[in-house]
């Protein structure tokens, strides 16, 4: 018989419940209804403060379960439980009886009792909407016309707080943080890493005030102004309030359920309260009178009610109890692991602490240290993943060894077996080892059979390590031709002097190649500077964009990108443009890049479709090639009657410098006047904003299916030092970048990351800036327009052909209706190769 | 050249052999039929039909000529699906595949063998 089964609260912690029950109640013992406040579906709250970077709530999604014993009802909270009857009531008058209830209503933010906490641009920051609303705000007072950066002040220096800072910074706003205790991230942290963690939060962009609280709010002029108990007043345009949450626990304190001293519906270690037919997890639970605001005991106390309901014996350990963290906060990387403020009696600690490399590492120990006891790492939480399992367990090594720089390496071979590598998901060192020696022989693979480092993500150097101590190789090969990657490969022809794809492949790899290393090789050559991308052996390697200048459309036809530096062209320029498009029978559309696309081009159409373009003085405008793509930008101060700069004139300067330049993946740019942003700079490979005093330089944006904002690299440059650090940026890119990767990973993959990146290429770390500049140089005094060079040659024109025994005549599959006034292709035909 | 037996079929000039270059293709008109014909570094010339089956476009002698595994092989320029240029079999999805025609070389030109 089919029980009845009504869980309360659709955030993390009750989709983890909902999709564990559907995957083991093998005999469909029971019927699931989730009733959910939000009207959204389940979504990702730890993941909350990517949505102000561009990813969409329907990325933030969790997987929804389609499934005959499930229902869902959003938007309808539980008002009522009526624990005599079994019933719950709902906001619209519905009302469910259940066999059993699962309380997952989580928890509400807490906004301290202060006078105006309710005045608009006063917020929370909990939830989606929440974050609707502050960008809403944000943008609103950035619309407006006054001078000044707009600020916000930010109540709350924990882990949210901070989030929400730094959600803010990058919403245009200048963030104040105002913290009640001595220092930011008081539960993670102890002092000495609070210390230097203000210090490094301080250095970006951030104002830190510890030690004071919010007295009141008050509106002056359309403006908020938050007063301090230490008498300090604070303009801001938003207020945030992060100050910690409360358990949800409304409907189980009215149902006459227990609840603990601070909150929180008491449980068993079943997860259940005091009446057997309901449970509580996540947030709004209080296990042994406390509650756990982090994800991973929601998730765990989800697997044991989903056991007890299905008759199993779960119950919660201490180790799924492990408040463990370990994030990067406003580019500073934090943990905190174990007894990480040495409550345990006579517990020692051992701290290094270097402020001038910005790093604080402690270990406690037992008194008689020879365990380690729990642990804090601020500015390099490197050895996290190492440290946090062998809480518990004998110290391998030296305590001190174990944290100083240069000291001793620990390896996964120290970990005990039943050291959980993935604290998320409760996965020991016994079970991933068991794992490798069944065949899983990469991360995905492990990922896949033992869900290890599929949450948070910072096990998977540990399980790297794994592998490598099962001794499997990671391979970095191309493919199959060459064992290298992309940046040894570029090493190679760089030192050699190789000049065609046949000798590298005979010298350094297998077989004939293939489309994956051909193209990589081609473009490696360009990039260093061989010549026509046509000429000789060079053309065989070009994947059919670069083989024909252009791009390759569904149908086989080829789409037309004339170069317009800036996105700035004449009357005259338009016309020949539209002529040729007219007489062509092209289609033509606007790109995203501020130029004009022409597609439905033929290939044998291509050259005199050129001969036109080149005679009006276009030159190509490489959309085929994995190369420089174009720097869009704003009117900037030639009309603009807010510009600070010449953005129009910088933008052309940058594309027709870095025009032709061959990369690892296609490269987008933008030049912005002012900080109002037009160009969408941030969105780029590289982009640039205009200040006050010169440039601002940021690096790694990216639209496409990641999409990533461009980070601040270095600021109020003038006009030669940014073109020399551009120059050097590319060419570091251009020379370490894996094939296909876009400045954005190849950022987030590099040890160090952007300080990394910024300390080779402004500061010069490794003495390479010259060379690399030397190298943009060469690249700008060898270029040549590739398409005249076509036109200009008898041998390449001739590949230009729809068929080699009928040169003219047009492939019968191409056709043509005519939509909105424009050609556009008939959807060919298709045999069913696919379902 | 590819072995093929010559027995029943119509052989048909493509083009002189100084238009093929190593490591690439050149589509061909027979009609109603398109042929793609490919030079291997080996000296070898292969033909397959033109028409990339996973997009309906006429287009894989534009595809990137390789191996895998010793396999000479094209690369659609689509959707990348390579295709075996002795047996046609796309190597990606083995049960689809391509037309495969005898092709010669007789006194500088090439021909294609149609049945």
Same mark, same amino acid.
């Given at each position: 018989m089919t029980s009845e089964l009504v869980v309360v609260g659709n955030g993390m912690v009750g989709h983890r419940l909902v999709s564990a029950l559907l995957d083991r109640d093998t005999t469909h013992a029971w019927r699931i209804t989730v009733l959910g406040e939000e009207e959204r579906p389940a979504y990702d709250r730890v993941a909350l403060s990517s949505y102000v970077d561009g990813t969409t709530a329907e990325q933030l999604t969790l997987p929804e379960r389609t499934d005959p014993r499930l229902r869902t009802w959003l938007g309808d909270p539980v008002v009522e439980l009526d624990r005599a009857a079994r019933s719950v009531r709902t906001a619209s008058g519905r009302v469910l009886r259940y066999d059993a209830l699962v309380l997952a209503t989580g928890s509400f933010p807490f906004v301290p009792p202060v006078p105006g906490r309710d005045l608009p641009g006063c917020f929370v920051y909990r939830t989606l909407d929440d974050l609707d609303a502050i960008m809403e705000a944000a943008e609103a007072s950035i619309a407006e016309p006054r001078p000044g950066r707009r600020s916000a002040v930010v109540v709350g220096g924990g882990l949210l707080g901070l989030e929400a800072a730094r959600a803010l910074r990058s919403l245009g706003l200048s963030p104040q943080v105002v913290e009640i205790a001595p220092r930011l991230m008081p539960v993670q942290v102890d002092e000495g890493g609070g210390a230097l963690l203000r210090r490094l939060v301080e250095s970006s962009e951030l104002a830190v005030r510890c030690g004071v609280s919010v007295a009141g709010i008050s509106q002056e002029r359309g403006r908020l102004v938050a007063a301090l108990s230490d008498g300090i007043e604070l303009d801001a345009d938003v207020v945030v309030f992060s100050a910690g949450i409360r358990p949800a626990d409304a409907l189980a304190r009215a149902a006459g359920l227990p609840v603990g001293e601070r909150g929180g519906v008491l449980v068993d270690a079943r997860c259940r309260t005091q009446d057997p037919n309901v449970w509580a997890i996540g947030e709004c639970a209080a296990l042994e009178g406390r509650t756990y605001g982090l994800v991973a005991p929601g998730y765990a106390m989800a697997e044991v009610v989903a056991d007890r309901l299905l008759d199993g014996s779960a119950t919660m350990t201490p180790a799924e109890l492990d408040m463990s963290t370990q994030l990067k906060m406003l580019g500073v990387d934090v943990a905190s692991f174990g007894d990480a403020h040495a409550t345990t009696p006579g517990a020692l600690e051992v701290v290094v602490n270097d402020p001038v490399a910005g790093t604080y590492a402690k270990l406690v120990v037992s008194d008689d240290a020879q365990t380690l006891l729990g642990g804090v790492l601020v500015g390099d939480a490197s050895k996290y993943a190492t440290l946090r399992p062998l809480v518990g367990a004998p110290l391998p090594a030296d305590p001190v060894a174990m944290i100083a720089p240069g000291g001793v390496e620990i390896g996964a071979d120290a970990l005990p077996g039943t050291a959980q590598i993935c604290s998320c998901n409760a996965v020991t060192k016994d079970a991933v080892c068991a794992a490798i020696h069944d065949g899983a022989h990469d991360v995905p693979a492990l990922k896949a059979c #033992? /869900? %290890? &480092? #599929?949450?948070?993500?910072?096990c998977v150097p540990v399980l790297k390590k794994l592998l490598a101590q099962a001794g499997v190789e990671q391979s970095t090969a191309l493919c199959e031709h060459f064992a290298h990657s992309r940046a040894e490969l570029f090493e190679i022809v760089a030192g050699t002097g190789i000049t065609t794809f046949s000798e590298l492949v005979e010298r350094h790899g #297998? &077989?004939?190649?293939c489309d994956i290393c051909k193209p990589a090789v081609a473009s490696i050559l360009a990039s260093l500077g061989n010549g026509h991308v046509l000429a000789g052996e060079q053309a065989a390697l070009q994947d059919t964009n670069d083989a024909f200048l252009a791009n390759l459309q569904r149908n086989g036809t080829y789409s037309v990108v004339p170069r317009i530096p800036g996105g700035e062209v004449t009357p005259d320029g338009l016309i020949t443009i539209g002529e040729v498009a007219r007489d062509f029978g092209l289609y033509t559309k606007i790109t995203g890049g501020q130029r004009i696309d022409m597609f439905g081009a033929r290939v044998e159409q291509l050259p005199a479709i050129w001969r036109r373009l080149v005679d009006a003085g276009f030159e190509s405008?490489? %959309?085929? &090639?994995?190369a420089l793509r174009t720097v869009k930008s704003c009117v900037g101060t030639t009309w603009c009657r807010f510009g600070v700069q010449d953005s129009v004139g910088l933008a052309v300067a940058l594309e027709l410098r870095y025009r032709g330049l061959r990369a690892p993946h296609k490269i987008k740019s933008g030049v912005s006047g002012? /900080?109002?942003e037009c160009a969408e700079a941030r969105s780029k490979d590289f982009g640039v904003i205009a200040t006050e005093n010169g440039w601002n330089l940021y690096v790694g944006g990216n639209g496409g299916f990641t999409p990533r904002h461009a980070e601040l690299l270095a600021s109020d440059l003038d006009t030669d030092t940014l073109i020399a650090v551009i120059d050097r940026f590319l060419m570091f890119y251009i020379r370490t970048a894996d094939r296909l990767q876009r400045t954005a990973s190849w950022i987030e993959a590099m040890e160090g990351g952007l300080d990394h990146l910024r300390a080779v290429v402004v500061e010069d770390s490794l003495g390479i800036c010259a060379d690399l500049e030397a190298a943009m140089d060469a690249h700008v005094g060898n270029y040549a327009d590739e398409w005249r060079g076509v036109l200009e040659d008898e041998e390449k024109l %001739?590949? $230009?052909?729809? $068929?080699?025994? /009928? @040169?003219? +005549? @047009?492939? @019968? +599959?191409i056709s043509f209706v005519t939509e909105r006034g424009q050609p556009v292709p008939v959807p060919i035909g298709l045999p069913a190769v696919r379902s | 050249m590819t072995a093929t037996i010559d027995a029943g079929l119509r052989w048909e000039p493509a083009c002189t052999v100084d238009r093929l270059m190593p490591e690439r293709g050149v589509a061909v008109l027979l009609g109603e039929q398109q042929v793609a014909v490919f030079l291997t570094h080996d000296g070898a010339v292969h033909a397959i039909g033109n028409i990339d089956p996973f997009s309906g476009a006429a287009v894989l002698s534009r595809g990137l000529v390789g191996d895998r595994a010793g396999v000479a092989t094209v690369a659609s320029p689509v959707y990348k699906q390579v295709f075996d240029l002795q047996t046609g079999r796309c190597l990606d999805e083995p049960t689809v595949s391509v037309p495969v025609y005898a092709v010669r070389a007789r006194g500088g030109t090439i021909q294609i063998g149609l049945p």
């Open positions: #033992t /869900a %290890a &480092g #599929t949450s948070c993500g910072s #297998t &077989g004939r190649g405008g490489h %959309a085929y &090639g994995k002012c /900080a109002r %001739a590949r $230009f052909v729809s $068929f080699v025994n /009928a @040169p003219d +005549t @047009p492939d @019968p +599959t | -």
